[in-house]
């Protein structure tokens, strides 16, 4: 009972915490006015990632080195920050956005297998259909247009809509967005998969987490 418990608490905890980034998000941007704690919340990501990242060198004396260069640089272009808060958090959704076009569009070229065909192969034990194959690449190009077209509307509604109607989009809508998809794609794999060819999102999951551990990926 409790094993079944700490999993669900940990996954509500983080789903809280996600909803009042996004709503701390909007309303930084959303102001129009210089914020010390809009600017803050909008680099803690990054600051936690880069943190990550530096505890794990191996070298203790580099990450020092590298965390004093961060604090410097942060220290240098603070007042910037605070005061364009809506073109930080723009300049932050678009940039995550491409990055996830690319994670998903460089698998499409070259000999390689497409990222969804290599996951559905450890959710399979390594053996695809044909149309298992073509379907995963197709939904691969999919994933890959969907963050292409959160970018390019995101660009124009910054330039030209109100900054409010801008920061909805960017700050509240993208879960629901992405959350939409993974329904739409799932409901369009019922009708092109036969039962024994299809996962579940569960599979999905354990595909993935085995995917980012896996050093030959």
Known sequence: MTAGVVPLLRGLGVAALAVAWAVGAHVASASGEPSHWGAALAIAPLALALGLALWRLPHRWLAALAAGAALALLAWTWPALT?????????QHVGVNLLLAAFFGRTLSGPGESLITQLARKVHGGVLSERQVAYTRWVTKAW?????SLVAVSTALFLLAPVTVWSVFANLLGAPLIGSMFVGE??????CLPAHERSTFADAVRAWKNHGSDPEK
């Open 83 to 91: 005061s364009e808060v809506a073109l930080l958090y723009f300049v």
């Open 186 to 191: 799932y409901l369009w794999r019922l009708r």
């Open 144 to 148: 890959t247009v969907f963050f292409l």
